[in-house]
């Protein structure tokens, strides 16, 4: 079975759908990086939801934003597998699907991310440039990088 990707806004989110989603940002952002943050932003109501189901279960999920919601570029944010998963590189699939969908749905090409610094070499993969030096955003230490 393959993964099967959705792209919906907010309000085309089911409840249960939400709820996998929270949870599974919950599971990874808060539980396995041990990081105390308010996840619930506000910008869920305007960012593109990315998801991939893997035998009914939600694996995979990226917030896709417009120009001048997170930063002054398209971007994405977010982005998680389920730890379960990660031996498969389906965080790989995700970034493609991800600039995919910025490229469909805004008509984007330059995104730009708040990356955790340990990842850079996994964006770089994907065409991302650091732009920024090291700053801390919830003690964890990140860089934005710029895909032109």
Known sequence: MSLQ??????????????YDLLQLRSKIFVVEQNCVYLDLDGKDKVALHLFAEFEGKIVAHARLFKAGISFDNASI???????DYR????????????IAGIASKFNETKITIGAQLYLK???ESHGFIQSSEMYLEDDIPHIEMIRE
């Not at 944010?77 to 730890?83: H, I, N, Q, T």
């Not at 031996?87 to 991800?98: I, N, S």
């Open 77 to 83: 944010g977010r982005v998680v597998v389920d730890a």
């Open 5 to 18: 990707w959705k792209i919906k806004p907010f309000d085309g989110l089911s409840v249960n759908e939400l």
């Open 121 to 123: 070499k996994f964006y």
């Open 87 to 98: 031996d498969r590189k389906w965080g790989h699939d995700l970034m493609r699907e991800a």
